[in-house]
């Protein structure tokens, strides 16, 4: 029998309902398994830290959102956005579950073609798409999405000079409360810029535009922003049927839903605070019955939601290193996973959880990563249970960013494991080693001795 660890009594007040001076519960349920296989045995075969990925969570999330959409709005469709996660396995899912790919450069759009994505079936955003990109695009009959006029005018050279038209959309930055403005991306809406772009597009005798688009910021907090938004795209359809003579194909709306995670400087957790997916959609949704095309005439409304996808269905297993006093008597973990590995703790305060039982009582903690860095800090006063060297902990809603952000630094990256609807782990991609990291590199026949 192993023996049990000792605590020292104490007497914890509890109190219903909303948030108290006396805080938030302080017991922890350890999380000993993800989707049913045990933790210790994913760090033993596959290695710690590693990123774990369940398939049944991004399925269930993105059938969830499409049945909330298309029951307030009869033509939806989602655009896997993948600069948020573009790992081969996780794309394929979704693209399995309907999506189709929303990409912001030449790179992302070669990797949906390598998955066999339609080019039809590819929105092209980003601000820096190049010459070759466009040629690209346009050639696979994909969805370009103009930003800024000097773009314009090199896509309008490119299809003339193929003798092909290409299906173009703009991007629409619109005033809507939030500062700072993202109004560095696309074209104005209230000074008039986007209906001049627009004027110029239908002049144009190989560009056919048939979407408007929309990306209003990230981790959007409030509904009122997007009913602002999609109020003024749909103005701007409006004038385009009235003032053009153009039926939209599309309405393109972009991302910006908030996941679970907790942004440093919320008091309360982001599961108390944040609307409900179905109060978004009621934003996104009643302004589009103000168009005036009406039945099989109305436009398709087009998702490019990521984080809200793919965060939860993200974990992260990481093990302690060292247990510290800091200078102030304040208890620090340092594991081994850092902020090269988990970038977007710089902004959230990651969920972490034991993965394997402790005691009731928990201590406001430093978790630091290993990088000899002294700003490899993963969360500050984090409140967490007594841990000790070898203990695993599980980070938690890490599924979007994490893993098309890492870098390899200090330390090589780790593998990542989903774990398939079955219940069965695989590696999606392995581990770093120093043959593969150093496979890019050269010596100079000058230096060759030197490293002899």
Same mark, same amino acid.
């Given at each position: ?9 104490? %007497? ?54 499409? #049945? ?41 759009? *070669? ?17 820096? $798409? ?39 959309? %703009? ?11 993202? *109004? ?62 153009? *039926? ?76 510290? #006093? ?48 002294? %700003? ?12 000790? $060297?070898? *203990? ?61």
């Amino acid at each position: 029998m192993d023996k049990k660890k000792y605590e020292r009594p104490v %007497i914890l007040k509890q109190q219903s309902g909303l948030m108290n001076k006396f805080g938030s519960a302080t017991s922890t349920q350890p999380m000993t398994d993800i989707e049913g296989v045990p933790v210790a045995e994913l760090a033993a075969a596959y290695g710690s830290p590693l990123f774990v990925l369940s398939e049944k969570k991004m399925r269930d999330t993105q059938q969830q959102c499409q #049945r909330i959409f298309r029951s307030r709005y009869p033509k939806v469709q989602f655009a896997w956005s993948y600069k948020t996660n573009y790992m081969n396995a996780v794309c394929s899912i979704f693209h399995s579950e309907g999506s189709w790919a929303e990409v912001v450069s030449e790179f992302e759009f *070669d990797r949906a073609r390598h998955l066999g994505v339609r080019g039809e079936h590819i929105i092209f955003n980003g601000p820096a $798409k190049s010459a070759a990109a466009l040629e690209k695009a346009v050639r696979a009959h994909s969805k370009i999405h103009i930003d800024h006029f000097d773009e314009l005018y090199e896509l309008i050279e490119i299809t003339t000079s193929l003798g092909l038209k290409a299906d173009v959309a %703009i991007r629409v930055n619109v005033d809507v409360g939030i500062y700072p403005k993202w *109004d560095r991306f696309g074209f104005n809406y209230e000074n008039g810029e986007a209906r001049e772009a627009l004027k110029r597009i239908a002049a144009s005798k190989t560009l056919r535009i048939v979407g408007l688009h929309m990306h209003i910021g990230t981790y959007i907090m409030s509904t009122e922003p997007f009913r602002v938004a999609v109020s003024k795209l749909v103005a701007l359809a409006n004038w385009l049927k009235q003032q053009l003579a153009i *039926d939209l194909d599309y309405i393109d709306v972009g991302g910006g839903l908030p996941s679970h995670n907790t942004l440093k400087g919320q008091y309360l957790q982001a599961d108390e605070t944040l609307p409900a997916l179905e109060q978004f959609a009621d934003a996104i949704t009643a302004p589009l019955f103000e168009l005036e095309s009406h039945g099989d005439a109305m436009p398709t409304l087009i998702l490019e939601s990521g984080r809200a996808l793919v965060d939860g269905a993200g974990y992260l297993i990481s093990t302690v290193l060292a247990v510290k #006093r800091l200078s102030d008597g304040k208890r620090a973990y340092v594991i081994d996973a850092g902020i090269n590995l988990l970038f977007t703790s710089l902004w959230y305060k990651h969920k972490m959880v034991p993965a394997q039982p402790t005691g009731v009582m928990r201590e406001q903690a430093n978790i630091y990563g290993p990088l000899c860095m002294n %700003i490899d800090c993963i969360q500050e006063d984090a409140s967490v249970p007594a841990l000790k $060297k070898g *203990d695993r902990v599980v980070l938690m809603n890490v599924g979007a960013y994490t893993m098309t952000q890492w870098m390899q630094f200090i330390t090589f990256r780790p593998a990542i494991v989903l774990i398939t609807a079955d219940g069965s782990p695989h590696v999606i991609r392995k581990a770093e080693s120093l043959e593969y990291v150093m496979s890019l590199e050269e010596i100079p026949p000058s230096l060759r001795s030197l490293s002899a």
